[in-house]
């Protein structure tokens, strides 16, 4: 079983940073996802165990970056120029295989965090 645990949420003004952290995953792949209220979890960003495939979705290249230190079992979520459309609660996940949905579905992923508030103001 691995247990994952998100931290580093808060309150950003726009155009601010945060810097979100996972600890737990172990080699897997791991990925971001946001909800924010009234919509469907999407796919932030994701990378796999060595670092080799490393994806984002469209709304966030450019602005955010995702890095591991597989040492400390943590994964990063960098979000820098942060819009008021980031707010969501933001969801860590790992899958151990990735299967015919891809990367950005939820329903490969075989584990979840608690998820962390994000809240950008304008």
């Known amino acids: 079983q691995v247990r994952l645990v998100e931290s580093g949420g808060g309150l950003a003004q726009a155009g601010g940073s945060l810097r979100l952290s996972c600890t737990g995953p172990?080699?897997?792949?791991v990925g971001w996802f946001r909800q924010a209220p009234g919509k469907e979890r999407e796919f932030v960003a994701g990378m796999s165990w060595k670092g080799i495939n490393i994806y984002y979705s469209d709304s966030v290249k450019g602005r955010f970056t995702v890095t591991r230190d597989n040492a400390k079992r943590t994964v990063y979520l960098q979000m820098n120029s942060l819009k008021p459309e980031d707010t969501a609660v933001y969801y860590c996940?790992?899958?151990?295989?990735?299967?015919?949905?891809?990367?950005?579905?939820?329903?490969?992923?075989?584990?979840w965090g608690q998820g962390t508030q994000v809240t950008v103001s304008s």
């Open positions: 172990g080699r897997s792949f």
């Open positions: 996940a790992a899958a151990e295989m990735l299967g015919g949905g891809g990367h950005t579905a939820p329903a490969e992923y075989d584990y």
